[in-house]
């Protein structure tokens, strides 16, 4: 029989996705703790990106809604939400912190496009910000300013994630780069949502996503910069994240945001080397 810890241990290690690697670097308690929280974010994710039916998909994040409430009311019955409650109280995890990240996919239902960046950053907000608060209360904090700076990182995470996922994202009929900001280089969304036409690489489109490139550059330098020296040790996960993804960004800006017709991504084996090098290097 599966056991809660073992079931989100499997989820997080089935997703393949770079945070794995940063929390292979944390003392047991704290990795059981980022373990669960992150089994539960891909649990609520996986609900808009792998359920085609946006009524049944609706009703299965009601479904979350209505077991985080009864998880913190001491009556858990999802295996995630079984090995998270015991994190919840050390790690100072609240229930409105999960209520939130399921906001963020209830958004992803609702609407397709932003208009402007004030309304991408309210989504960034829910989806990333959140969760950048929540592990870096895992990861431990000592000072209120480490709350911004996970703001700002769990931002530019998810900055790098919409460039990098233009071509996924417009397949399933969603743009998240802004309306302003595509007529602003005369980028017309079907163009995007067409993504094998000759013309999806113009220079409009280059352009566009140099921007976008440049604004998550400066959203990792303006979060490193708020990063409080006291606890620059304790969050060498989110630095691990921090380049990883940064990483990831230059590659896609190497290769002139080819990202239409692909996804780009690192090697596990590279991933673990950034990690082991932030590690040792503490930034």
Known sequence: MTTPERYVQEKAAASGSSFYYAFLFLPPER?????????????????????HDPGVAATKLAWWRKEVASS??????????????????PFGIH???????????QMD????????????????HLVAGVVGEVAASIFGRTQPQTIDYAHKLGLALQLTNIIRDV?????????YLPVAELQRFDVKAHEILKRDAPWGYS???????????????RCYDEALALLPEA????????????????????????????????RTSLTPVRKL???????WRGR
Request: one cysteine or more.
């Open 72 to 89: 913190f009311a001491g009556s858990p019955t999802h295996p995630v939400m079984k090995a998270l409650m015991p994190c919840t109280a």
């Open 273 to 279: 080397w950034i990690a082991l090098r932030t590690n």
């Open 167 to 175: 071509g996924d994202d417009a397949r399933r009929g969603r743009v």
């Open 231 to 262: 606890d620059r040790a304790a969050q060498k996960p989110g630095l691990m994240m921090a380049n990883i993804y940064r990483t990831l960004l230059r590659e896609i800006e190497a290769d002139g945001f080819q990202v239409l017709h692909q």
């Open 95 to 105: 229930a409105q912190h999960l209520q939130s990240v399921i906001d963020g996919c």
């Open 203 to 217: 220079e409009r489109f280059t352009a566009l996503m140099r921007f976008q490139a440049e604004r998550a550059h």
């Open 31 to 51: 990795r059981a703790a980022i373990t669960a929280f992150y089994a539960f974010c891909r649990e609520v994710d996986d609900v808009v990106d792998e359920v």
């Open 109 to 124: 239902l609702d609407q397709t496009r932003y208009l402007d960046f004030a309304g991408l950053q309210r989504y960034c």
